[in-house]
């Protein structure tokens, strides 16, 4: 995909224009005309905080306008959904807002950045987001880095966490078990014993060092296992190319392997043959 257009002078900029543009001034649209962002990296929203901003919002009224955009014969929400939540809470009919031509990465952008501010992203939908502007919009690690102003660093072992089975990631979506559990389950090699390794962290039984030391025995096994096993497929050559008298091969992969024999020509391959079915 082509990559769009960036935020020119930047979001600090854009959101200094939301503040000085007279085009871009605050005004009141209908709750009703206003929709929210389906693709915002923000999926879940706290019953209880959005109540207790409905409460504010009675009492001072809708402080900060929610930025909106042009979007079909409406609006949509590019920051503020969690005002627009509450606001309908409370029955408003009405909001503050402001109204910027925005593009869809811009729009993305924006979403992406006021959550990472306020902290209310969970790890796997900032990690999702990070994803979704470099798989849907062309943006590469380092650009985004600089875009929501994280190390490269932090984004790729944000993205990497993606990587881990779908019911490790609900313990981390849920709070249950940490980044640093999350990072330190990468390093399994069997999903079955990461996924109980899990389970025992989300119930308080493992900490951080203690899955940290289980991948590292893990690892170690398996690289014993593997020597144990080149040191049989190694045997076999030997074993083989003294029955065969020729070069033989052994490869092995994971659950199959295949048998390479060198062979010059057809009486050579029939040759073979016959010493095989001996």
């Known amino acids: ?15 200094d224009d939301n503040k000085t543009e007279s085009s871009s001034s605050s005004q009141t649209l209908r709750i009703s005309e206003i929709e929210p962002n389906r693709e915002q990296p923000r999926k879940k929203f706290d019953d209880e905080s959005i109540s207790a901003l409905a ?12 930025l909106v955009r042009p979007y079909g014969t409406g609006y949509q ?9 509450a606001a309908r809470m409370l029955g408003l009919s009405e909001v ?13 952008q924006i979403a992406l950045i006021e959550n990472l501010q306020r902290e209310n ?7 999702r987001g990070y994803s979704e502007l470099i798989e849907s919009y062309d943006m590469t690690q380092d650009e985004v880095a600089k875009i929501v102003g994280r190390s490269r660093s932090s984004v790729s072992n944000a993205i990497r966490l993606l990587s ?12 249950e078990i940490s980044v640093g559990h999350g990072k330190a389950l990468l390093s399994f090699k069997d ?5 109980e390794a899990a389970r025992k962290a989300a119930a308080g039984l493992l900490n951080v060092r203690a899955l940290e030391k289980m991948a ?29 008298g020729r070069k033989v091969k052994v490869q092995y992969g994971k659950n199959k392997g295949a048998l390479v024999l060198e062979f010059y020509d057809k009486d050579d391959l029939s040759e073979i043959a016959r010493k095989l079915t001996e």
């Open 96 to 108: 503050p807002v402001q109204i910027k031509e925005l593009t869809d990465i811009q729009t993305m």
């Open 216 to 244: 590292n025995e893990e690892t170690s096994e398996k690289s014993v296992s593997d020597k144990k096993i080149d040191s049989y497929f190694r045997e076999m050559e030997i074993s083989l190319h003294d029955r065969l």
């Open 164 to 175: 881990l089975p779908e019911e490790v990631l609900e313990l981390l979506e849920n709070g």
């Open 191 to 195: 999903e079955e014993k990461m996924i």
């Open 121 to 127: 992203l969970n790890p796997i939908e900032e990690a």
């Open 77 to 85: 929400i590019v920051a503020g959904e969690r005002r627009w939540r």
């Open 1 to 15: 995909m082509a990559r769009k257009g960036g935020l020119g002078n930047g979001l600090s900029a854009l959101f």
């Open 55 to 66: 409460d504010s919002i009675k009492q001072h009224g809708v402080l900060q306008p929610l």
